[in-house]
């Protein structure tokens, strides 16, 4: 049986003419937070190596000047049922397969990064880095090999819960539509604790975005690693349950975490007439569709969305960069300038109106310097504060593993393949495996290939 090993995946041994791109700054610019749609790298329109209508692709990011992103794994949350679950881990495994083939399709552009000194070797030679992080832990179907296996991937973060609460943990905002309680009634459940003691041991962020209070106060008793909030703004700012009390950004910080001020607009100001706009937009939208309820997944790149969007946001404008660095700084007055970040949260509803995409990216290192900011703060702010908490959590890690070696085999074992696809399972070492399914073409193996034919090394 061959063996694909993830560390070709990880390294990107490909030989290029040369950087596709020069980085515009002496300091990373890292977004904590791009979601990518259900068919990325699946049709031009979603190809990030094209001029494409997303809101980040590779373009806009060397334009702009955004040297790297954690491209995110999102699945939404369903049903507590062994069907369902089984669905979102399968939605997971095809944005995983996706952010590989980007990386694996443009090696002149962007590298998977894996590790912080890989993001600062990547921007010193002049590529773009694309990190993965999980929104959702309901992804990993109740079973916690998957976050081994999920690791496997490339995943540096996982997001405990969205909105509704998942057997992981409550939520920021409670499903109250199908029964679930308006205030969480309780915090992090047993398995949810497990996630996060095996993130630490990993070297796994774990990510607090989304989560409850109650959620949040115990990820910090449990964890012995810094934390992060990788699409959270203040509070105190903007009266939001999404949005983080001055309360736990002290202890985050405490903690040595660090949160990541999220421009979405709604995060950022209250807009009242806006929200009651898109919603009865999406509404609208889904009635056209036969649908019960708003998908944003499958919905949000229709025609009369994208007209309605439009409308909208002349009707309504959407805050500005330089109130969304109001949030950064309030940040530093509650926590200090060593516990804030950037984050998009593009694709998924992020946005202000001169941040549109990621083309607009120096706007919001404009706004900082407007604010008062020194070159070293920002330098902070946009990626340095997220480098550090990321190797502190891989020290954790590191003393863990000395104590205690998991059991952690970082390679992809492939079954008999069918014509054309096939079926690829992860071992963690902790029990029965994960099988994502490709079908990218090949036929003699689950080697994942190029359209310019560069594949992975091989071992028999």
């Not at 998924?348 to 990216?361: E, I, K, P, S, V």
């Amino acid at each position: 049986m061959k063996r694909i090993v993830l560390a070709t995946l990880i390294a990107m041994p490909f030989i290029c003419a040369g950087p596709g791109y020069a980085a515009q700054t002496d300091f990373l610019t890292i977004d904590t937070h791009v979601d990518i749609p259900a068919d990325f790298m699946g049709t031009p329109a979603h190809d990030p190596g094209n001029d494409s209508e997303m809101q980040v692709d590779l373009g806009k990011m060397e334009r702009g000047g955004l040297d790297a992103a954690f491209f995110v794994v999102y699945v939404p949350q369903g049903p507590l049922t062994a069907k369902s679950r089984a669905k979102a881990v399968e939605q997971a495994a095809e944005k995983f397969e996706a952010i590989h083939r980007m990386v694996l399709e443009y090696p002149d552009r962007i590298r998977l990064a894996t590790r912080p000194d890989q993001v600062v070797a990547n921007h010193k030679a002049g590529y773009l880095s694309a990190m993965i992080g999980v929104e959702n832990a309901y992804s990993l179907g109740h079973d916690l090999n998957r976050l081994d296996a999920m690791y496997a991937l490339g995943a540096r973060y996982i997001g405990l819960v969205h909105i509704g609460n998942n057997g992981l943990c409550s939520s920021s905002l409670p499903d109250t539509e199908h029964g679930e309680p308006a205030v969480a009634e309780h915090g992090i459940t047993g398995f949810g604790r497990k996630v996060v003691e095996r993130a630490n041991r990993l070297g796994m962020m774990v990510d607090i975005s989304h989560a409850s209070d109650a959620c949040v106060r115990d990820v910090l008793e449990i964890s012995d690693a810094p934390i992060i909030a990788s699409h959270s703004s203040s509070r105190a700012l903007r009266d939001h349950p999404r949005n983080l009390s001055d309360d736990l950004i002290r202890a985050i910080a405490a903690k040595g975490g660090v949160i990541q001020a999220v421009a979405l607009g709604s995060y950022v100001a209250a807009l009242p007439k806006r929200r009651a706009a898109i919603r009865a937009l999406r509404q609208r939208v889904a009635e056209k569709q036969e649908q019960d309820e708003f998908d944003r997944e499958t919905m949000a790149d229709l025609p009369a969305m994208k007209a309605g969007m439009k409308k909208i946001n002349e009707r309504y404008p959407l805050p500005s960069v330089d109130d969304f660095v109001d949030h950064i700084e309030h940040i530093v007055k509650v926590a200090g300038i060593d516990h804030v970040g950037i984050a998009s949260d593009f694709n998924g509803g992020g946005g202000l109106r001169d941040w549109q995409n990621a083309a607009q990216t120096q706007n919001v290192t404009e706004a900082l310097r407007r604010a008062g900011f020194s070159n070293k703060e920002i330098a902070k702010v946009w990626g340095g504060n997220l480098l550090r908490v990321w190797r502190t959590v891989e020290r954790v890690a590191a003393s863990k593993q000395r104590a205690a070696a998991p059991p952690v085999h970082e390679e992809i074992k492939t079954s008999a393949p069918l014509q054309g696809e096939g079926v690829c399972s992860i071992h963690a070492g902790l029990g029965r495996p994960v099988n994502l399914h490709y079908s990218w073409g090949i036929a003699s193996d689950c080697g994942i290939r190029s359209k310019s034919g560069a594949g992975l090394e091989r071992k028999a």
